[in-house]
């Protein structure tokens, strides 16, 4: 058959290309375990959201460093054979591809470090009694302010006590977020009924501008005073809603219908003036029995007189 002319690569180019391609096989699967095992399993339930983005961009990095190493694996083999100059394999070495993906792997690298210290940080959270909320889970955007963000957090005034921070700010003012969040912590000794909150902001669109604490006073003290005065309804005062078969008001359009006027005349009426005038039976005995009492002592005293 016919002889195949082998040519080998220079020993630096070998060298380069070997630690090239073996250092992105150990990125990946290094990565890949970070993700699927040990993020999976320090973040529990929580960030499932930046979770599943640092899968999918692991995804897209993966699928760019195959395509790295099938890339330069034909390269050796084109200059092996003779089809291409190790030129070509020295500049693919130098392109701005191999950078453009040593980028994406540090960014990836980057975001897989800071979502391992949010972990810490929450398990921190979780040992000293506060509960984890990620604000973006709550409809909280750009569009909100501290009273909004107030009602969406700490919903019918409960007995919640809220931490609003970011990690720029935990970052910039640890002796204030330390301050914070121990005063909170003797507030739990003295109400253990109250729940104590850290508010992440972090990975929303509002910009927090600086630590709060919620439920803000003014807020609260408003809340107090409507729940210890109650608005109640005047006595005078119409219901707004009325049942149908209820009606206010009488209906205009019915003719109403007058009472009866009193009589005014003082003239009596005939019948009335008989029958006043016609005396009772009972009335004709009593005058009888008076006029024979009257004659007896008429007769009697006549007598007496005689007799003198």
């Known amino acids: 058959g016919t002889d195949v002319e082998f040519i080998s690569l220079p020993e630096h180019l070998n060298n380069n290309i070997e630690e090239y391609v073996l250092q992105l096989r150990d990125d990946i699967l290094k990565l890949e375990k970070c993700i699927k095992e ?28 195959t395509n790295e190493i099938d890339r330069l694996s034909k390269l050796v083999i084109d200059v092996r054979s003779g089809r291409t100059s190790v030129s070509i394999v020295e500049q693919t070495l130098e392109s701005d591809q191999k950078m453009q993906l040593q980028h994406m792997i540090h960014d990836l690298k980057q975001n897989i470090k800071d979502l391992q210290q949010k972990g810490n940080f929450i398990s921190d959270l979780d040992r000293l009694k506060f509960q984890y909320l990620n604000v973006v889970d709550y409809g909280i955007d750009s569009v909100d302010n501290e009273r909004t963000i ?4 700490v919903p019918n005034y409960e007995a ?12 910039t003012n640890p002796s204030q977020l330390d301050h914070l969040w121990h005063g909170m912590i003797e507030e ?14 972090s990975y929303c669109s509002f910009e927090l501008p600086y630590m709060i604490k919620l439920p803000s ?10 729940q210890l005065t109650p608005k109640t309804r005047s006595s005078m005062e119409l219901p707004t809603n009325t049942s149908p078969r209820t009606k206010l008001f009488s209906d205009t359009n019915k003719t ?7 009589q005014t005349s003082t ?11 016609k005396p009772s039976k009972s009335e004709n005995s009593y005058q009888a029995s008076t006029k024979l009492s009257t004659d007896n002592l008429l007769l009697n005293a006549t007598q007496t007189s005689l007799l003198s």
């Open 188 to 201: 739990l000794k003295y109400n253990p009924n109250i729940r104590l909150l850290y508010a992440d902001f």
């Open 38 to 65: 040990d993020l999976l399993k320090l973040l529990n339930r929580y960030l499932k959201d930046r979770l599943s983005n640092l899968q999918q961009q692991w995804f897209v990095v993966n699928k760019m460093c």
């Open 267 to 277: 003239t009596m009426p005939t019948e009335a003036r008989a029958f006043q005038l």
């Open 256 to 262: 109403l219908v007058q009472p009866p006027k009193p």
């Open 217 to 226: 006073d003014k807020y609260s003290q408003q809340n107090n005073k409507y």
């Open 160 to 171: 919640d006590c809220v931490l609003c921070s970011n990690d720029s700010l935990n970052e």
């Open 150 to 153: 107030e009602r969406k957090l």
